[in-house]
């Protein structure tokens, strides 16, 4: 994996901010997740790369719902995360261990398996797919690579030392952007379009493929306002695989 936990750039208030400066998006995403668990009961649940589990939390209020088993490897986080009272698990997808057919739902939260490198990513899944239960399925959060807030935060990750103030109006407030602290965006290292996920899945053996979109907005007017999700992934900014174990 690209991070190694302790040398991620990861900050703990930075990265809660990221869920209060653009509270509707927040929402949004909240909305998302919660459509892409529930296509089906969502059962015994792993969940990946939950950051300060502030989604989770919400899962958990909002709607009854308790995930299982956490996975977080990033040091800076993994207080905030377990103060919650979630059980975690401090490393990354790709060395937990793993048992055969123990869980329903996999799901990597936040674009967070783009912290896998390319060559471990089909392998990784491999490892998820034979831990779910037939039925079972893992879903996919993403902002794609192809969405408008994707190809603007990913120019800004290539080049770091880009002049921010003109995309000031465009990404104020959007997670790992920096701005005002003009350190290195922390966002995922590993950017794909959509179909490119899809084809590594199939190849695992997933099927029945589903999608979900939101946040359908250009970037300066995405936090205007709360969107429910919608089938699809070729116009949100946000978007949500779920795949099958058959």
């Known amino acids: ?9 990861f900050e703990l208030d930075r990265f809660e901010r990221h869920y209060t400066e653009r ?6 995403r909240l909305r998302l997740i919660w459509a892409a668990l529930t296509t089906k009961l969502p059962g015994r649940t792993l ?11 919400a899962l958990r209020d909002r709607f009854g719902f ?3 088993t956490i996975i977080e490897p990033s040091e800076a986080l ?3 995360l377990r103060s919650k009272g979630f059980n975690t698990y401090a490393g990354i ?15 990597y939260n936040g674009s967070s398996f783009g912290f896998i490198d ?4 089909e392998s990784t899944f491999t490892k998820n797919y034979e831990a779910l239960r037939p039925g079972g399925r893992l879903i996919l959060s993403d902002v794609p690579k192809e969405s408008s807030l994707g190809i603007v935060l990913l120019t800004i990750l290539n080049h770091p030392d880009i002049d921010r103030e003109p995309y000031r109006d465009l990404l104020k407030g959007t997670a790992f952007f920096d701005l005002a602290d003009g350190g290195v965006p922390t966002y995922k290292p590993n950017w794909h379009v959509i179909p490119y996920y899809i084809d590594v899945l199939k190849r695992v053996g997933f099927t029945n493929l589903q999608f979900k979109q939101t946040v359908l907005a250009n970037t300066t007017y995405q936090d205007d306002t709360v969107e429910d999700p919608v089938p699809g992934y070729d116009k949100g900014n946000y978007v949500a695989i779920i795949a099958e174990k058959a």
């Open 23 to 28: 509270p509707n998006v927040t929402e949004s």
């Open 47 to 57: 969940s990946i790369g939950a950051g300060t589990g502030d989604v989770e939390a």
């Open 66 to 68: 308790t995930v299982d």
């Open 93 to 107: 997808a790709e060395d937990y261990p793993y048992e055969p057919q123990t869980f329903d739902t996999i799901y």
């Open 78 to 80: 993994l207080p905030a």
């Open 118 to 121: 390319d060559e471990n990513l």
């Open 1 to 9: 994996m690209t991070t190694d936990g302790k040398n991620d750039g």
